[in-house]
T-cell receptor
């Protein structure tokens, strides 16, 4: 059974700092790995999706990497801003059932001015 | 207007009551999902539907039922609500052709007293 873990559970950093969020999964047979952002009172917004055949994806100040052999994905946020404050969730999609996303418990990020 | 809407956004009810949560989408997607989110547990899949005639149980379907009234509408029912069903409920959609990404509604906060 796939299990997804995110460390740390919470992170507080000053504006401008580069930071890394970690996601670990136990079963390397994944179809893809996604990173979502969750804001209070709003749903989840997909940030980046990495297919199992890919090593990384980039969007603006965000870069996500995937290492299936070690069961790890990282989300790198460059030059953090207060608007980046949110909860970040990673989710692994099963190789044989791509519709079933297994979510981590999230990292709550606060970026202070 | 939002692509995925959920009603109600907040609901407080009593143990034993029947509750229906509704989800509508204007994205034209064929696949729809219901998740619940609990503190410390992440999001877990309750039910998912590939089309109007294809409904599947997820990880935690006990105590819940669903109805796919049309391609755009997917309802979640709690037949007899109990306090441990207090949670944040999310609806999501995806497109078979772009099946990798799921789009989430804003969530319904349900409290069962």
């Amino acid at each position: 059974k796939q299990e997804v873990t995110q460390i740390p559970a919470a992170l507080s950093v000053p504006e401008g700092e580069n930071l890394v969020l970690n996601c670990s999964f136990t079963d390397s047979a994944i179809y893809n790995l996604q990173w979502f952002r969750q804001d209070p009172g709003k749903g989840l917004t997909s940030l980046l999706l990495i297919q199992s055949s890919q090593r990384e994806q980039t969007s603006g100040r965000l870069n996500a990497s995937l290492d299936k052999s070690s069961g790890r994905s990282t989300l790198y946020i460059a030059a953090s801003q207060p608007g980046d404050s949110a909860t970040y969730l990673c989710a692994a999609s099963g190789f044989y059932n791509t519709d079933k996303l297994i979510f981590g418990t999230g990292t709550r990020l606060q970026v202070f001015p | 207007d939002a692509d995925v809407t959920q009603t109600p956004r907040n609901r407080i009810t009593k143990t034993g009551k029947r509750i229906m949560l509704e989800c509508s989408q204007t994205k034209g997607h064929d696949r729809m999902y219901w998740y619940r989110q609990d503190p410390g547990l992440g999001l877990r899949l309750i039910y998912y539907s590939f089309d109007v005639k294809d409904i599947n149980k997820g990880e935690i379907s006990d105590g819940y039922s669903v109805s796919r009234q049309a391609q755009a509408k997917f309802s979640l029912s709690l037949e007899s609500a109990i306090p441990n069903q207090t949670a944040l409920y999310f609806c999501a959609t995806s497109d078979f052709n772009l099946r990798d990404t799921q789009y989430f509604g804003p969530g319904t906060r349900l409290t069962v007293l």
